[in-house]
């Protein structure tokens, strides 16, 4: 098993609700189970178009023995099965999830970058990561 940190953000539709549901499509993945959540932070969106809507944003303390691929396989599909559409570079959407950080992995291939590229410079990704670690 992996202990890894996922990101979850939306700033579409009921965010709490957004939110609680793409934890429990986590939490249903095969051999795969959510530890812990952060509490919900709100934040401006970052980049992307003018006048977003505020994000609610959380991290996820997640077990699994999916491997890195596969769970990020498994994330795009849920964010697929919610809603998302993929529309312009950092849109508006109604789920976001990123894998922070799987075990003590580092890789770097062109599907997939760990620890998240973006994550030390975003207070919305480091404060709720701290919150749980």
Do not use: W
């Not at 077990?63 to 508006?92: N, Y």
């Amino acid at each position: 098993m992996a202990i890894c940190y996922l990101g979850i953000g939306t700033n579409l539709g009921k965010r709490r609700e957004n939110i609680r549901l793409a934890i429990n499509k986590v939490n249903a993945l095969k051999n795969t189970r959510v530890l812990k959540k952060s509490q919900s932070r709100e934040s401006l969106a970052v980049g992307g178009p003018a006048g977003q809507g505020k994000f609610l944003n959380a991290v996820l303390k997640i077990d699994t023995q999916l491997s890195a691929l596969m769970l990020l396989k498994k994330l795009k599909e849920i964010e697929s099965l919610m809603g998302r559409k993929k529309t312009v570079r950092f849109g508006p959407r109604v789920i976001d999830l990123d894998i922070l950080l799987y075990a003590d992995k580092v890789i770097n291939s062109r599907q997939l970058t760990i620890p998240h590229p973006r994550m030390f410079g975003r207070d919305f990704v480091i404060k709720p990561l701290m919150e749980i670690l």
